[in-house]
């Protein structure tokens, strides 16, 4: 989301919950794409030089409907962490673990450890790539082999999966043997398509990408400058951490909270602060298990391009896996402050919250279902 708001700063129209239906042709060259507006159902037409697909793994079923043939399929991966409290797991430091199959993290990540993550084919609905017993249960005894005291179930504060899209050309290998590179394909003039890689690689494939989608342009232009371009935020962060009891002071809020919200927002930490200035009320917190103040809430609708309860828990502040409840607790009050800024009727605000009530119980059943091993009689 930060990357596409530097985007944006640069030029770029950034659009969320829009679905691309497929693209469109003139001859064989690709021309732009048609687009589908998730909450009116509108279909846009949007003409570009060149179209760049960056799909993930939903690149194979938008390959189908185009009806252009890859240079490659997606293998999709799922991978799961686990959330638990900084007091699970003694420790003053990360630890990287060989397993069997993969590697396993266990990441220090403020007031909390993350612990993961499996590699596991995936053939279910992409759309919901929910943890199951069997994935958790992996990480709490691949993590247990070197952890004294033993973490348990009962410590497990969120559960999150996600899919990697892997490129592949043998179906039939596992996808822990599978190559984490990018590959760049141009199956058709005025189309270029991206898959594989890792977030940690995504400017190398950026600049691999439109290098090869700027020929079609057919003029010169000027050589990728990703390497050096700041994400929004970075630029003065340092300087308002040197401020930060300076900074609580004046807007009347802990130190904790205000290097919270610089290690969330960067420089961008003003736009919360004006938020504060216009409703005072927004400085307090969204919850008592968390260090979110409800500015942040309204702050992803008006900033951050969030159009749902979902988007605002799981997309823009990631309290779905903070807190112990997944979030349950704060979704009626989440939307009741994101209701007047997406102009949002009573109905409105009680179908999203009422939809993302409905998917935490799906991801709260898979972690119940993890049941701790029984100890071991002696006779």
């Not at 199951?132 to 070197?146: G, H, K, L, M, S």
């Not at 802990?254 to 919360?272: A, C, F, K, M, P």
């Not at 391009?305 to 807190?323: H, K, M, P, Q, Y």
Request: proline share 5%.
């Amino acid at each position: 989301m930060m990357i596409a708001r530097t985007a944006a700063k640069h030029g770029a129209v950034i659009a969320t919950g829009v679905r691309c239906q497929t693209i469109i042709k003139e001859g064989k060259r690709v021309v732009g794409a048609s687009v589908k507006v998730n909450e009116t159902n509108e279909v846009i037409n949007v003409k570009a030089k060149t179209t760049v697909m960056a799909a993930g793994v939903w690149t194979d079923p938008l390959y189908d409907v185009m009806g252009l043939k890859p240079g490659y399929r997606v293998r999709m991966s799922k991978g799961v962490h686990i959330v638990l409290p900084k007091s699970a797991i003694k420790s003053e430091s990360g630890i990287i673990l060989k397993t069997p199959v993969s590697v396993l993290f266990i990441i220090p990540w403020g007031n909390r450890w993350i612990v993961g993550t499996t590699d596991t084919d995936f053939v279910d609905d992409r759309n919901e790539p929910l943890a199951n017993a069997d994935d958790v249960q992996y990480i709490i005894d691949q993590a247990n082999r070197v952890l004294d005291p033993k973490i348990k179930v009962e410590d497990v504060l969120g559960v999150f999966a996600g899919l990697r899209p892997l490129v592949s050309t043998t179906p039939d290998s596992p996808t822990t043997k599978l190559s984490r590179e990018h590959v760049v394909d141009r199956p058709a003039p005025g189309f270029v398509s991206i898959a594989g890689g890792k977030y940690t690689t995504y400017r190398v494939m950026a600049q691999d990408a439109v290098d090869v989608a700027v020929s079609d342009l057919r003029r010169i232009v000027p050589e990728s400058c990703t390497a050096t371009l700041p994400i929004v935020g970075a630029d003065g962060y340092q300087v308002l951490k040197n401020k930060v009891e300076t900074l609580a002071e004046e807007y009347r809020l802990s130190n904790e909270t205000v290097t919270h919200l610089l290690e969330r927002y960067g420089s961008l930490i003003e736009d919360i602060f004006e938020l504060i200035i216009e409703d005072p009320q927004l400085r307090t917190p969204i919850s008592s298990q968390a260090l979110n103040i409800k500015a942040e809430i309204v702050y992803a609708a008006t900033h951050e391009g969030a159009r749902s309860v979902d988007d605002v828990i799981s997309r823009r502040t990631r309290l779905s896996f903070e807190l112990g409840d997944h979030g349950a607790s704060i979704a009626q009050e989440v939307g009741s402050l994101i209701a007047p800024v997406l102009g949002w009727s009573a109905s409105d605000q009680k179908k999203s919250v009422n939809l993302y009530l409905d998917q935490i119980s799906r991801e709260v059943a898979a972690l119940k279902a993890v049941k701790p091993k029984a100890k071991s009689k002696v006779s």
